[in-house]
């Protein structure tokens, strides 16, 4: 990490004390700064605002003090999550204050590169293929960002020949300033999020922060297909490096059952240890892609290829029980993630779906769920989905409390050859922490139920 005075005696508010927050605080706290830290929640039993109090820390838990932002207030670290109408923040903005989130403060004290990657969906399966793939370059690589692992967390200890490979949602993006990655990837741009950026267009506006600052000398691993992407990232400084499963273009491609850089054939379609459906394809063309732009040789690759086998909540295989296969598609916290989940399926389907309300409908999810044998819906959407359901001539349609109960009811309802799958199509939240909870709880129920 770069030793810096740029924060000694530095006044800075961190809001939100989630794992960005306390890794950003803790950092902020060595490099001289003084901080106060602030939650919604009551930090009382928190160890981790404790650790930060016996460091120097002012720390204030459920709820938000006006008086914790001054004019005096020099800096705030805000969780990506919190709003930018939260009452603190808009006093923040009132005062001029800058409003990063952890990704700026972390990139602002390596010493490491960035390959940044972001997109609606398949951010962390191709984060996590990356990271594999780039073992084989001249720098080690480090995952961290919204994959799980903060980014301060991992820059203290991050050198000239390390790379950071950082999955980076919008919500992290829009706190950014000078961020800019070696290899930005942008995968794909669909209708989420709408409820925290308001429109299209600003969620679109947030995402093309990863190629901000980007120059000439980098590098931007864009999504072909999509005219989205195309749009947002049109005014970009840096090397193309565009992507494909439809046609061949100057990078990655699909063409026929083959893989394609450029001219050369990588690996048959067929090969690819994750399921070959043709999300996973454009995952490994995005991957892949990367690891040529930094010199990754390509049979290191192809040996990534052959082995990944994807990535927990994602499309996950479960086990069969009485010839019902069953999969755990937690991570669709959309609906572009679910249609692809359902693409990926010939045989009938009995879909788990449901969740946090956002205000968005599902008609897109319409022509999807025709092939669907059987619908079991939970959480605050579950009489929209059922209205998608009924439009699109599911027959079978249950409303249960949770995942728990989805399960069993699924299996009632099924014949063996079926695929039971757990695949929301919306966040988690209304009932659940995390999406990984939700999809440890459907695992925790099918292994219940065998």
Sequence with gaps: MKQTDLFQNKQVVVLGLAKSGYAAAKTLLRLGASVTVNDRMPLDHSKEAQELEALGAEVYGGGHPDDIITDATDLMIKNPGIPYTNPLVEKAIAYGIPIWTEVELAYRLSESPFVGITGSNGKTTTTMLTGE??????????????????????VQEAGENDIIVSELSSFQLLGTERFHPKVAVFLNLFEAHLDYHGTLEAYGEAKTRITMNQTADDYLVYN??????????????????PFSIKEK???????GDTLFYKDEPILKREELAMPPVLHNVANALAALAVAKTLGVDTPFIQNVLRSFTGVRHRLQFIETIAGRKFYNDSKATNILATTKALEAFKEPVILLAGGLDR???????????????????????????????????????????NVTEAVPCAFEL???GDIILLSPAC??????????ERGDMFIKSVHTLK
């Design 133 to 154: 793939m780039l073992k084989g370059s001249q720098k080690t690589p480090i995952v961290a960002g919204n994959i799980g692992t903060a980014l301060c967390e991992v």
């Design 414 to 416: 099924s014949d063996p």
């Design 249 to 255: 273009v100057d990078g990655a491609y699909l063409l």
């Design 224 to 241: 072909a297909d999509d005219e989205r992407v195309i749009h947002f990232t049109r005014s970009t400084k840096a090397k193309n490096v």
């Design 359 to 401: 205000g968005n409908s599902f008609d897109a999810l319409v022509p999807y769920l025709r092939r669907v044998k059987a619908l079991i819906a939970f959480g605050e959407t579950k009489e929209k989905i059922a209205m998608a359901a009924k439009e699109a001539g599911v027959k079978t349609i249950r409303f249960v409390n």
């Design 427 to 436: 966040a988690s939240w209304d009932q659940y922490r995390s999406f990984e």
